[in-house]
């Protein structure tokens, strides 16, 4: 199972882009449950594993499945648990549990069910490692304290340009690409324009147009003359807009050289961004955004408990005209590339933190 949409990675590309040491972690966390496990000893054995949406989490919870073999079940949640769907952990010797987000709920008595776990957690030896998604990650530390319940906690950050390159480099293994520069059309753009909205007298709000310097222009633009530029500004630029998350940088990059005009070379004008932003959406938008992200899915049934049941269904057609999400059946799900412009906006909001 991917970290969502099946788009994940295998280890030897976390490795690859610096992340050895939360590798050898989870590593080094098996290995002391089964020495234990040999003497019949406790040990504190509960993990988390956390990442962005295609962060890498999936390769880490695949790892731990082959390190422990047929001693350990692995367990997956998917949509938004009921009582009943709570894995039995005692008598278990090892459970590798797929997204834990899906856990809790943003309604009255949301809790129960992460609360219901948590206390069976307690009660334990067995070793269980957890997936969650980043954003409930911290929504749930600040809320539940969930932090306080997992002894080992192992954090996949967003990468960045440099490491994203050396996830593409372990990734590609067919002829390298030739970096090819195609004109302005083909670099970062210079200035971003973005809207901001100013309170006026009487709850009114003004729209005020603000033009601020592209982030990864100011990255490439004092070396754009050489083919190493065009190559910085390639990996800058899938860094963008894949939000520092391997899964969705690999997917692009496949798709932008072994999919693109030539086969075998890239340019940054290659790398296309066909997601809309988020910005002047609605407050209840937003809201629908903050759970498409946290929960990386969720069943347009289960919206109706959180959401005006007018406002949903206008709602899902806003973001999904914009790129940011799809539905799939009765579930509305992020697509890979949206999760970029919803973070962005989500942080503009205050909705979620870096």
Known sequence: MGDADGVTIPIEQLRAAGLGPQVERLSTAVAEYLDADKTLDRVDS??????????????????AAELLGDRARRYSISGIADGEDLPEIEGERALILEGC???????????????????????????????????????????????EAFPLSITLPPLDAEQIESVIRAHDDGPYPDYVDTGEAG???????????????????LSVPLVRPNLSWLVSWSI??????????????????????????TSLWDRCVNEGMDGRTIAPAYIDDP?????????????????????????RAQLADMLDQEAIGTEIQTLANKGIVRVEGTEVRLQPLGLHPAVEELHRRGLVWP
């Open 101 to 147: 987000h899906y856990l809790y709920r943003r309604d009255i008595d949301g809790f129960d069910r992460l609360e219901a776990f948590l206390e069976r957690l307690a009660m334990t030896n067995t070793l269980v490692i957890t997936g969650w998604n980043r954003y409930s990650w911290q929504y749930l530390t600040a809320v539940q304290r969930i932090d």
């Open 224 to 249: 754009w003359d050489d083919a190493e530029s065009i190559e910085a500004v390639v990996f800058e630029k899938l860094r963008r807009l894949s939000n520092g998350t391997p899964g969705i940088a």
């Open 275 to 299: 997601v809309e932003d988020c910005h002047r959406i609605s407050d209840d938008a937003a809201f629908l955004l903050w759970l498409v992200v946290a929960l990386e899915g969720v069943e």
């Open 187 to 205: 670099r970062i753009k210079t200035l971003d324009l973005v809207r901001h909205d100013v309170s006026l007298p009487g709850d009114r709000a």
């Open 46 to 63: 509960n993990v988390a594993v956390i990442s962005d949406p295609f962060g890498g989490r999936a390769a880490l919870l695949e790892y």
